[in-house]
Every structure is written in structure tokens, then in C-alpha cells.
């Protein structure tokens, strides 16, 4: 079966503290693996899409990094605004318009 | 350009009733996917529609129903509702060939269902 778990539940860090959160997956066949950010009372916002081990990509702060069994988001010296949860989701080979998400990660960044 | 639009934002309904939300996807977008997103269970699939066709569907009961119209606009039906059916409903469209490995899927607001 299909598992994606991300860990740890909840980050708290301080201002320019830089930190990793970690996806691991088990899937039969991966077609690609998302990063997305959410806000209380909003849907998911994109940032990321991974496709094969060794990819790396980044967007401001955000460095997102794929291997063949896990995914990590690498937040590096975050600011207050930041604070998010995080959801990593897989979709599988001839899965059309599925993501899986894992639980996610709730960020808080204080000042 | 406009994002994903969904109506209502929210909606009270009564155990027993059913309930029609809507979802309008980015112009050109004809895929057209929709999750449940709750506390325990985080978000689920429940189907995807391209070209007004179910391409996929998750494990959901047959309470559970969508449709795509011509224009990809869709919408999703729940009949004869329970009190766990509270939920945020969230639609999702990817790019006009249906294929969101380049471009992610873009999320909708969701509408927040509140079955008593």
C-alpha cells in the first residue's frame, strides 16, 4: 500500500533558525512528489514538484531536495512569515489527478 | 488570471440532506481534481474529472458523486449527509493537457461544510 509520513508534526523555530522536514514514501511507482504550504483557512499553495532521485530545487527560502525513499524541505533562515504547515504528496504512475499527502508539518517561526 | 473559484465558502446543512458544491478551475484547465480535508484524516481524494470524464476515483462511498460540464467547470454532490461529512471540501486544477508534473495542481479555497 501506498504511505507517505512526514515528520516531524510540529517545528517551532526561532527567527533565522534553519531547519529540514522530512517526507518518506513507499509507492508502487512514483510519478512525481509535491511540496505544497498551507494557511489556516486556505487551500494548499504549490511550491515544488520532484521527479526523479537527485533533484533539487528552490525557491527563496525553501531548498527542496528527492531520494528514492524521501523527500526533505530545507528551510534556511526562516522569517515569521513562514510559519506554515507544510504537505508533501506523491502521485503514483497511472494515477491520474492523485496526490497522497502525508499529514504535514505545522511550522510556527517566532520573532 | 483567476484561480481556482469555489462556492459557497460555507454551508450548515442538516444530517439527512444533500448538499451540491461547486468548483470553477483556472481558464484552460480541464482537469479537474477533489479532496476532503479534515482534522484526523488530513486530505483525501475523492475524484478527478478531464474532458467532463472520471478519470479516477478514491475510496470514498457512493454518496459521494461529481461531474464536469463542458466549460470544466465541476461539481460535487453529497446525498444524504452525516455529521462526519464535516469537512473542508478542496478542488484542484492542473494544466490544460492534464498533466501537473510542470505546474503542480492549483488549490481552491474549499468550502467548508458543517453538517448538525
Known amino acids: 500500500e501506498d504511505q507517505v509520513t512526514q515528520s516531524p508534526e510540529a517545528l517551532r523555530l526561532q527567527e533565522g533558525e534553519s531547519s529540514s522536514l522530512n517526507c518518506s514514501y513507499t509507492?508502487?511507482?512514483?510519478?512525481?512528489l509535491f511540496w505544497y504550504r498551507q494557511d489556516p483557512g486556505k487551500g494548499p499553495e504549490f511550491l515544488f514538484t520532484?521527479?526523479?532521485a537527485g533533484e533539487e530545487k528552490e525557491k527563496e527560502r525553501l531548498k527542496a531536495t528527492l531520494t528514492k525513499k524521501e523527500s526533505f524541505l530545507h528551510i534556511t533562515a526562516p522569517k515569521p512569515e513562514d510559519s506554515a504547515t507544510y504537505l508533501c504528496?506523491?502521485?503514483?504512475?497511472?494515477?491520474?489527478?492523485?496526490?497522497?499527502f502525508g499529514a504535514g508539518t505545522q511550522v510556527v517561526v517566532t520573532p | 488570471k483567476a484561480g481556482v473559484t469555489q462556492t459557497p465558502r460555507y454551508l450548515i446543512k442538516t444530517r439527512g440532506q444533500q448538499v451540491t458544491l461547486s468548483c470553477s478551475p483556472i481558464?484552460?484547465?480541464?482537469?479537474v481534481s477533489w479532496y476532503q480535508q479534515t482534522p484526523g484524516q488530513g486530505l483525501q481524494f475523492l475524484f478527478e474529472?478531464?474532458?467532463?470524464?472520471?478519470?479516477n476515483k478514491g475510496n470514498f462511498p457512493g454518496r459521494f458523486s461529481g461531474r464536469q460540464f463542458s466549460n470544466s467547470r465541476s461539481e460535487m454532490n453529497v446525498s444524504t449527509l452525516e455529521l462526519g461529512d464535516s469537512a473542508l471540501y478542496l478542488c484542484?486544477?492542473?494544466?490544460?493537457?492534464?498533466?501537473?508534473?510542470?505546474?503542480?495542481?492549483?488549490f481552491g479555497s474549499g468550502t467548508r461544510l458543517t453538517v448538525v
Open positions: 509507492v508502487s511507482g512514483l510519478r512525481g
Open positions: 484542484a486544477s492542473s494544466s490544460p493537457d492534464g498533466h501537473a508534473l510542470n505546474y503542480g495542481y492549483t
Open positions: 474529472y478531464f474532458s467532463e470524464t472520471q478519470r
Open positions: 520532484l521527479y526523479s
Open positions: 481558464s484552460g484547465h480541464r482537469s
Open positions: 504528496a506523491v502521485q503514483v504512475t497511472d494515477s491520474w489527478g492523485k496526490l497522497q
